[in-house]
């Protein structure tokens, strides 16, 4: 057996405009791990194909293309460990997303499920349409022009309006008040604040409590702060850039696998 760990990139399709930011952010946390001791070998997603011939000590990864993850899934079943599980990313496809976050009661924003050839009537407008199932996206998203790329089904969002806030998250513990080991949040930039009331602590609990929901332990998504106060949950997704905490999370990230790999988990 090899024993040297895997950092699995993500499918340059699935991060439109985000690439060097993706590669940063996996390539650093790639580095801190050699820094402690760790063999590292970084993959694209094709090239979990040779499993068979090289298998790996530990598996940490961005990727998220389904028939990859059912491959790692056969390699996290077979005793590697990794971050996050294959389960967990599949976990945040919207369409999986709402299902699991609805049985574990997290409160998240009304979403609706539909066929983009059926086209249904949104309701009261203004909506967000996006595709049902991974999170990359595209200037044209409506139904139509889902459709026309064979994406077959789309979750509609109602719009909520408020101060759009950028969350991240390292660790599948809980800090003294419920909130992730690591967690940091900031406003969207190209907006109008309202300056709303938010409380970072009601925010980060919200926010394990979806993760934890979806089995994840490096995370982000967005969420809005409305003016009566309420927190509406928009979005969670698996390994993002962390672009403007890049330094910081990926020796933060290192820190966290070379625990969870030795046995230990927080």
């Not at 203004?126 to 044209?140: A, F, L």
């Not at 850039?241 to 290192?254: C, H, T």
């Amino acid at each position: 057996m090899s024993h040297a760990c895997w950092g699995i990139f993500r499918e340059s399709t699935h991060s439109p405009g985000r690439e060097s930011d993706d590669t940063e952010i996996l390539g650093l946390t790639g580095k801190h791990l050699e820094a402690k001791g760790f063999q590292v070998k970084l993959r694209t997603a094709d090239e979990v194909n040779e499993i068979d011939d090289d298998r790996p000590r530990f598996v940490f990864l961005m990727c998220e293309r389904v028939d990859v993850l059912s491959r790692l899934r056969a390699l996290e079943v077979s005793g590697v460990p990794h971050v996050n599980s294959p389960r967990a990313v599949h976990n945040t496809y919207r369409d999986r997303m709402i299902a699991v976050l609805e049985e574990a009661n997290v409160p998240f924003i009304r979403s609706l499920l539909v066929s983009t050839a059926e086209r249904p009537a949104p309701g009261p407008l203004p909506v967000w349409v996006k595709r049902g199932d991974v999170h990359n996206t595209q200037e044209e998203s409506a139904l139509q022009g889902l459709a026309e790329r064979r994406i077959p089904r789309a979750v509609i969002q109602p719009h909520v309006s408020g101060d759009l806030v950028k969350f991240y998250g390292i660790g599948a513990g809980g800090g003294p008040h419920r909130e992730p080991p690591w967690f940091r949040w900031f406003y969207h930039k190209d907006q109008h604040l309202a300056g709303h009331a938010l409380d970072p602590r009601r925010l980060a609990r919200l926010v394990r409590k979806a993760a934890a929901a979806l089995g994840l332990e490096v995370y982000g998504g967005d969420a809005i702060a409305t003016a009566t106060g309420e927190l509406v949950l928009l979005d969670v997704n698996a390994w993002p850039s962390f672009a403007l905490y890049r330094d910081e999370a990926s020796a933060a990230i290192a820190s966290y696998l070379a625990l969870r790999f030795s046995g230990g988990r927080r």
